[in-house]
């Protein structure tokens, strides 16, 4: 293989309130590879990038560009140098549309002064269509499903031709078939010379993509293997040091007293122009997992915000247990039983600048056990954040840890403890173990099936076709706001299959569709 | 090895950054302006000591110093709630110039009570300033107007209804100003400490720092201000009710201006004299922002502006350093405090050097 492009040398890196994230950390990239980095949440991967990228400065250490100490005090001097980078947690203006986005600080320019919005408008639609992303240009960043940012964040980077592309945790929530078109583009980057750093917790794809992988524990470097060398299951040992549950049906209890605690009936969102949800029927029981599979952006953000009294439906009914919700306030149906894990953790899962322990009580800050009549007890709060922070090995300091310094996926697992422990009736979870690494995930599903064997019902949307087809019981599809498949079992379902489905090449007839209904 | 538990200050620690970067930020702009005196003046050294030192040097001038606080930092506590809560609003400038007048048309009145008539004098304010605020509150609430725009125009409206009201209904006839009569002798507050104009408004003060400190750290509410401050779509994800908490915010915000102006008025000025906006509100803003919106922070700003601002006047006596001299120090102040960068390297330096001493022990 080529030469060295980009060289770190013991990189530390202690943040501001003494985490060491980085301990001597030394990483070369060579020219045109592909070159993962892998490990648990926490264990320094982002810093490392970040630090590449001029957002924070290494404690010490050296980074060689091009053959020349380089330090970088912010990120334009390291665009400038060619380096591009697609953030975990993005880093987009809302105010701004998807073409200003992308064509930020590369504007093409007519009559020496003025920006060209035909051409940008064009170039931008042309980009998106080569990777097979299908997304409304025009749309303002504010009013994006999660799915759609993270494209938007790839698009801007790779508009820019970097020759190191960094791309952290890019896949998260694609689909199989968008990642597929990812990959095949950063292929043709890394034959075309490019240099690309990608991160990810899906092992499978860092199989498939990759020249050399490096993995991390703890902030320090394991080794950095070529990808011949190392299998799927060496890499799960080094990350967490045991074997992984990729099977669950063990598991699964059978719930008795199997009774509807959710059912949505002839939902349907219409806007001017067309239905952003039509006519949706389905029902949730208790003690079981009903999988929503689907390309995001057709209509599963919406279903679930109706449900979870974030937006208003236009016509039909949510019933909670029987009892019409579709009026009730967010408080009071989160109140009469259900939970919800948002897709937007940093939007409306968690307050950045709060502690651990203020965002893991926001859904029941109200709650007897931690109030007194006049005030809230303290000294409660805090064993009720410490025991969840134990039980969900959420890796911080301490409970009063401002919680926007914490690694992404252990952010996650602080929204999904906060709602695990309103112990629910109905579980709303969309991507729940987004971003989250693989023994974390491995334990939320346990967790997840665990409250199902307890009677709850638990409406699972996710992009992660394996996390669907691993944990549901049932499974609706849905395609430009309408369920079009529903497969009563697990059994026998192909991803491929789903996938047509999802594609709108298949659809069911209305009997067929009954069963979410009434099976 | 055992290792001994040394409970050091460590500049690592975030809330003992902030107050060494405030102190150090103060230095920096008492530095200043030790430099601009000696450009302006032939005995620097004299005139900077005075003006650190005159607040102390009789009880009368620290007296000054106490009253002079007692206005701004309750505004700064109604200010700094709304800040808390996400609300840019400058209304409480407006509720001032509004609630004096309220205050005056309640201490005109005759009520035969030592004890009754003051306190209504406060309290009828206090409410009527919670029941105006509660029209911004209302407005952004309801219909998401910006606030800062609101209370802007309700500060112009409330200045030109005060005045209509004074020179129409409330007008002094022993005055040739524009004022109100003097208020009945039975509203007026005491004066509690000799040789001083403190009264009985300082320790109201001191109370309304608790309870506001309780409400923000303690209560529901509190919480809910805080989560609602920092993320409001978090808030709202949470099931926290944003009309119910912004309309609280803003009445609490109302009625510590209304207590603000009313006990500035019964214990400074025995009648109504205001003819312009009196600017103790926008002070509020400024001790909201030095202080961090945090209640004790808020008393200390409004304590330390307030002493410098009296050592400034005391100074500028028979000098040629003008009392504007004032306007520098605030400024350079609330310039460093608010600096997201100000002293960042210097400590990312210190965290190394910690850093890898433990790892090395
Ligand atoms: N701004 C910050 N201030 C303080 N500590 C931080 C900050 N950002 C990250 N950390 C800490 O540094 C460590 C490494 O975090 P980092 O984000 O690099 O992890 P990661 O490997 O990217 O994890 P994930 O897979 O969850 O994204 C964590 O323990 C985290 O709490
Ligand atoms: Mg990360």
Redesign the interface.
Known sequence: MSDTILKLDNI?K?????V?AN?NVSIDLKKGEIHSIVGENGAGKSTLMKIIFGIE?A??GTITYKGKEVHFSNSMEAIHAGIGMVHQHFMLIPSFTVVQSIILGMEPIKHGIFIDMKKALSQTKELAKKYNFDIDVTKKIADLSVGEKQKVEILKTLYRDAEVIILDEPTSVLTPQETVNLFNELRKFKDMGHTIVFISHKLNEVKQISDRITIMRNGESRGTYNNADITIEKMTDLIIDRDLITDYSHLRKDYENVSTVLKVDNLSIERKTRFILKDVSFALKRGEILGVAGVQGNGQAELVRCITG?MEQTHGKILLADNDISKD???Q??VKGIA?I?EDRM????????SVS?NII??Y??RKDI?SR???L?KKIVAEADRLIKKFSIKTQSSKTKIGSLSGGNIQKVVVAREYNTAPSCMIAEQPTHGIDIGSAEFIHTQLIDMRNKGAGILLVSADLSEVMNLSDRIVVFYEGEIVGYFKSVKGVTENELGLYMLGVKRQTPEELGGALND | MTKKKTKKISLTNEFVFEIVKTLISILIALGLTFVVIVLLSDNPIELFTKLLTAPVTKVRYFGNVIEMMIPIAFSGLAVSLLFRTGLFNLGIEGIYFIGGVVTAAVACTAIDSYVLHPILSILIPAIVGGLLMLIPGFLKAKFNANELVVSLMLNSIYLGLGLFIIKNYLRGIDTSAIASPAFQETAMLDYIIPNTRITISFFLLLIAVFLVYLLLYKTRLGYSIRMTGTNMKFALYSGMNAFTLFMLVHFISGFLGGIGTSVELLSLYGRFTWIVLPGLGFNGALMAMLGRNNPVGVLISAFFISYLAKGAEVMALGSDVPVEIMAIIQAVLVLLVSSQYFLRKWRERQLLKEGTANELS
């Open positions: 530390t202690i943040y501001g309130n003494g060491v301990k400065n404690s010490s974030l306030s967010i408080k149906r989160r919800y948002p939007g409306d899962g968690i307050a950045e600048q709060a203020d926001s859904t800050y109200d109030n006049f005030f809230m303290n």
